[in-house]
């Protein structure tokens, strides 16, 4: 299957301070990239959908200016947490997929722990 | 109700074991049927894709899709301690076409 790269893996960030995620697709272009949060056996909630090049359409209740998505290239999305509290503490995973006929691949994860 | 269930588990078995993974939805809509797997700590990783109603085989993983019931499975046949892991099923169709996913199943493998 297609590559789908998270990084970082994990990250520790101190209350207040911004973190970010990148989500690189290595091996194909990804029109659309998905961002998802997960808590501790729960199963994947979509957080937004971006598009290359558009802004990123967000799912009710997630807020547009704590997460911040950008997707300027065909093989690169950011998640930015923009000041980060504890509750914002969860595994951030993204996907990517070429169109929507296909099906997207999911990165690693990032385990993201605010202090 | 939930647009997926799926019992969370957690399911044990004995190695060699066929294990049996099952989900219902309620969205008639859904066309696009997909199990992942999921280790402790990391992204989930596609196994089976079916479109609409049928059978598909892969190995030792078959999924079926029963679209008149609403009702989805995945089997294992000679089960693996290195199959351990969270099973969750996803589907997407419809207006939205939006992938949702049910809650995961823990599987354990017993050697």
């Known amino acids: 299957g297609a590559v789908v790269s998270q990084h970082p893996s994990w990250v520790i960030c101190k209350s207040g301070t911004s973190v970010k995620i990148e989500c690189r697709s290595l091996d194909f272009q990804a029109t659309t990239m998905f961002w998802y949060r997960q808590f501790p056996k729960q199963s994947l909630m979509l957080m937004a959908t971006s598009n290359e090049g558009s802004k990123a359409t967000y799912e009710q209740g997630v807020e547009k200016d704590k997460f911040l998505i950008n997707h300027a290239s065909l093989t690169l999305s950011t998640l930015t947490v923009t000041s980060a509290h504890p509750e914002d503490s969860s595994f951030y995973i993204c996907?990517?997929?070429?169109?929507?006929?296909?099906?997207?691949?999911f990165g690693q994860g990032t385990r993201l722990t605010v202090v | 109700q939930k647009e997926v269930e799926q019992d969370p588990g957690p399911l044990s078995v004995p190695e060699g074991a066929i294990v049996s993974l099952n989900c219902t939805y309620s969205n008639s809509a859904f066309q696009y049927f997909m199990w992942y797997r999921q280790y402790s700590r990391k992204g989930p990783e596609l196994l089976m894709y079916t479109y609409s109603s049928g059978n598909k085989e892969d190995g030792r993983f078959t999924a079926q899709v029963d679209k008149s019931s609403k009702y989805i499975s995945l089997f294992i046949r000679d089960s693996q301690p290195s199959d351990s892991a969270t099973y969750l099923c996803?589907?997407?169709?419809?207006?939205?076409?939006?992938?949702?996913f049910g809650t995961g199943t823990l599987l354990a493998v017993q050697p």
């Open positions: 996907s990517a997929r070429t169109d929507e006929n296909t099906e997207a691949f």
């Open positions: 996803a589907m997407r169709g419809g207006a939205t076409n939006k992938l949702i």
